[in-house]
């Protein structure tokens, strides 16, 4: 799928998206992409400002567009909670938004930062959306991990991480658990009997304001994506017709083998119930007996 484009995209009319974190990068990318062939896409995120200067941004470079912003703060479960109320449809809901590479945090629920963020975030989000996603004649549900899931390790004993913080190895985790999270949720709606797709997918290294790289910041960038080009997996995953719930999309719209982690369909299955436990958020058309 080395030659697929944006353009390839078919005809979205009637199609109501949600992407996370739409205000910047990949994110704005992606909801521009969708906006442009049709779908209603919803921008979300946690700055006001920020937000609603991409959808300006959108409108301008797709004449007719229909997008708007909704505020949404995946690290505050109280802002996942009042967001989601206020949807009444969605077709396609994009788990993009994300952080890495941090000093050691907490969400204002007490999680670390980027687990807290990046996994349990969207994992009360897809819930919460859950019933509205399954009222769609084609859902999916695309979540956004990395490459870097496969240096990521779970301990449950040890979540907040206070035996030792290191920023890459956090990150790593999260990403792990984003990928352990799409491949469970397509396995419950299979075994639900749902139409609901959910995939996976990986952007590559893409120069967007994710990673702070220093003086050399200039330089590398040359060396990396481009926030378009990052956008490919998730947009493929998205809408095209070829595309199989469980899978992995990696740069270039190539599908990638995850680390036999991630397919570890026991510790899917925990990371599912500590996650249901810790949100409070149950996916009950999915649950198992």
Do not use: C
Not at 151 to 160: I, T
Not at 190 to 213: E, K, Q
Not at 224 to 249: F, H, K, T
Not at 250 to 258: D, F, Q, V
Request: net charge positive.
């Amino acid at each position: 799928m080395s030659a697929w484009t944006p353009s390839d995209l078919p005809d979205l009319t009637g199609t109501t998206a949600i992407v996370t974190g739409a205000n910047s990068g990949i994110g704005l990318a992606t909801a521009l992409e969708l906006a442009r062939h049709g779908a209603r896409v919803t921008v979300a995120s946690r700055d006001p400002s920020r937000g609603r200067s991409a959808v300006g941004d959108i409108q301008r470079a797709a004449r007719g567009a229909d997008v708007h912003y909704a505020e949404l703060d995946l690290a505050d479960l109280s802002s996942v909670r009042a967001f989601a109320a206020t949807v009444d449809r969605v077709d396609l809901l994009i788990n993009n938004a994300g952080i890495g590479m941090i000093p050691r945090g907490q969400t204002r629920d007490g999680f670390e930062l980027q687990f807290g963020t990046n996994h349990l975030g969207h994992f009360a989000l897809t819930g919460l959306l859950l019933p509205r996603l399954l009222a769609a004649s084609s859902p999916r549900v695309v979540t956004v991990s990395s490459d870097a899931h496969k240096v990521g390790k779970l301990d449950f004993d040890d979540l907040g991480l206070e035996r030792g913080y290191a920023k890459m190895s956090s990150y790593g985790r999260s990403k792990l658990a984003n990928l352990l999270f799409a491949l469970e949720l397509q396995r419950r709606a299979a075994r639900a009997g749902s139409s609901l797709v959910s995939v996976a997918t990986h952007p590559g290294a893409t120069a967007t304001n994710f990673f702070t790289l220093g003086p050399l910041q200039p330089l590398l960038r040359l060396f990396l994506n481009s926030p378009e080009d990052g956008a490919l997996p998730s947009l493929y995953a998205a809408a095209s017709p070829d595309i199989r719930g469980g899978e992995y999309l990696g740069p270039k719209a190539k599908r990638l083998t995850p680390s036999r982690t991630a397919t570890d369909e026991t510790l899917a299955r925990r990371l599912w119930e500590v996650s249901t436990e810790l949100t409070g958020v149950r996916f009950q058309e999915f649950a198992y007996n």
